[in-house]
């Protein structure tokens, strides 16, 4: 049975996983081939070349991982650190909640600095603690960029700002998930030591590439670093480059094609030209739910997200349910609202292939489900809201100019 089936095309407005191009289906609709040929390396050599301009570094080394964001993480950890190692993490909503839950059960002291859901991460509380830190106890910062439950983005100039302060030697370890390739990311500029991300978000594939990127810095720790690891060696995959035959496992031949086609198109638009469309699509939805009357689960403007909006609903109505009839009624798919926030808020996702029509037909579809669930609003307040102002800020697509 087809799930997804109806007439026309499904709206995915999920936070990722993402809209997948049409070229990126196509490049990815071919055959095994045999891994040790000549032609995957060539391949391979480029996607490791050009894949570190998504993260702006010109002196990181990247890794492909056959993994999600999840085992992203834990190569990013593993690799860099040793088993009671003490790491300062932010807690901020369900995805840095379990990015900490994976420290803890890897063995290492972390000290959670938790904020209200809604809120950025607490650099208040990052400054005391490296103030107070002389004997450099603390190995690693641990923080997620873009906390896709909440729809809050940290600002990760300041955390680097605030260790170069205190010139404490801590590691800088970035979760990228929900914003590389969708907002402004700069791995050298910041000082980041690993950032990750994962295929299904931003960078419009399907799910199965955890892309890690390890500062020379972080390649050092990688030396003496004692947690153990097998799968996420970065040792293992340092000595296939080195061969040049790049991979010490079978990788995913089609995803490999997939990424080769994803980069050409976000290269062909300008990255500068993507991060301005996801702040374009960012801006008129939350000029929408200002129309609508409705609350944005981010607490301040600094912090509010060009990839995700989280709406709060009124106590009256089930977020889920919104989120249910979309998808039943509208053929719709929106984000739930997840652990503290469940019920209370819904999520639309506007990163990765995506352009201005598209999201207004998902805000018609939201102002339709939010009248179904008994909310007041006004058919039509929330698309004009966007469409006002898509209309006066939308560019000529780069490649038709
Ligand atoms: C910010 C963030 N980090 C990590 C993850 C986990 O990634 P995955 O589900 O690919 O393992 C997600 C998933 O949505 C995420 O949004």
């Known amino acids: 049975m087809d799930y997804v089936n109806g007439p026309g095309r499904n ?17 990815m609709s071919r055959n095994n081939e045999d891994y040790r040929s000549p032609a995957i390396p060539a391949l391979t050599k480029t996607l490791l070349e050009d894949v570190k301009q998504i993260f702006k570094t010109t002196s990181g080394t990247p890794f492909l991982f056959p993994t999600t964001g999840t085992g992203a993480w834990e190569s990013a950890l593993t690799n860099t650190l040793s088993p009671g190692d003490r790491i300062v993490s932010f807690l901020i909503g369900q995805f840095s909640l379990l990015w900490i839950d994976q420290q803890q059960r890897l ?72 914003s590389i390739c969708a907002l402004d990311f700069r791995m050298d500029e910041w000082g980041v030591d690993v950032a990750l991300t994962g295929s299904q978000k931003a960078l419009s594939l399907p799910t199965g590439i955890g892309i890690v990127c390890a500062s020379p810095k972080a390649i050092e720790a990688s030396k003496s670093a004692k947690s153990v690891r097998v799968f996420f060696d970065w040792k293992d995959y340092l000595k296939f480059y080195k061969m040049g035959t790049y991979w010490p496992y079978t990788p995913s031949i089609q995803l490999l094609y997939g990424l080769r086609a994803a980069l050409d198109l976000l290269f062909e638009e300008g990255l500068d030209n993507v991060i301005a469309r996801h702040n374009r699509l960012a801006t008129a939805t939350r000029l929408a739910v200002d129309a609508w009357g409705l609350k944005n689960c981010t607490q301040k403007e600094e912090w509010h997200s060009d990839t995700v909006t989280a709406v709060v609903v009124p ?30 808020v819904f999520r639309i996702g506007h990163l990765g292939n995506l352009n201005e029509l598209q999201l ?27 469409a006002a102002y898509l209309q006066n800020t939308t560019p000529l697509i780069p490649s038709r100019i």
Request: neutral net charge.
């Open 315 to 344: 106590g009256y109505i089930d977020s889920s349910e919104i989120v249910r009839r979309a998808w039943k009624r509208y053929n719709l798919s929106l984000g739930l609202g997840l652990n503290k926030v469940a019920g209370k």
């Open 11 to 27: 709206h995915l407005f999920v936070p990722g996983p993402v809209n997948i191009p049409d070229q990126v289906i196509r490049a």
């Open 360 to 386: 207004l037909g998902c805000l018609g579809g939201v102002e339709m489900v939010l009248k179904d669930v008994g909310y007041p609003v006004k058919l039509g307040s929330g698309v004009a809201a966007a």
């Open 107 to 178: 063995n290492f002291n972390v000290d959670v600095v938790e904020s209200e859901w809604g809120q950025g991460a607490n650099l208040d509380t990052l400054a005391s603690k490296l103030a107070e830190d002389r004997a450099h106890t603390i190995k690693a910062i641990c923080i997620v960029h873009n906390e896709t439950a909440t729809g809050v983005t940290n600002n990760l100039a300041t955390v680097r700002k605030i260790l170069n302060q205190y010139n404490h030697p801590a590691l800088l370890l970035v979760d990228g998930v929900s």
